[in-house]
């Protein structure tokens, strides 16, 4: 009877980290805030660790994308819309609200710097679109 008692605690044990698992993971793709210092991959999307995540209702150019200025002359948008994500936050916490993940098992989020909406100051900025086919908020 012991020895049938043991086994159905390690089971239980090894459930219970199974379960614990699955929990986190589903919190952190449907709602969980994120934070840290982000590394920029590009004008709308970071990784915070190794947790990449792709600022939701918005769309900038990719990283090798390039653009016509008002004169026609190309520039290298992408890198810039880039660099300048990268310089307004300045290597400082940021803080983001998922919501969900996309095609790519990218956390979908809005994401602020000490309070202000980062998704929405790349639209102001000029440095992204708001994406209104998937949503409506910028």
Not at 27 to 54: N, Y
Not at 119 to 129: H, K, M, P, R, S
Request: glycine share 10%; aromatic share 8%.
């Amino acid at each position: 009877m012991n020895k049938v008692c043991q086994s159905l605690r390690k089971l239980l044990a090894i459930f219970f980290k199974i379960g614990s698992v699955i929990f986190l993971a589903c919190s952190v793709a449907h709602g969980a805030d994120l934070t840290g210092i982000p590394r920029i991959v590009d004008g709308d999307t970071l990784a915070i660790g190794t947790l990449k995540v792709r600022l939701e209702g918005i769309d900038a150019p990719e990283t090798d994308q390039v653009c016509l200025n008002a004169n026609g002359v190309r520039w290298t948008c992408g890198i810039d819309a880039r660099d300048q994500l990268a310089a307004h936050i300045a290597g400082r916490d940021i803080e983001c609200s998922s919501h969900g993940t996309d095609a790519y098992r990218r956390t979908l989020a809005t994401c602020y710097l000490a309070g202000e909406d980062l998704n929405g100051w790349l639209v102001q900025q000029g440095w992204a679109l708001a994406y209104v086919k998937y949503s409506s908020a910028y």
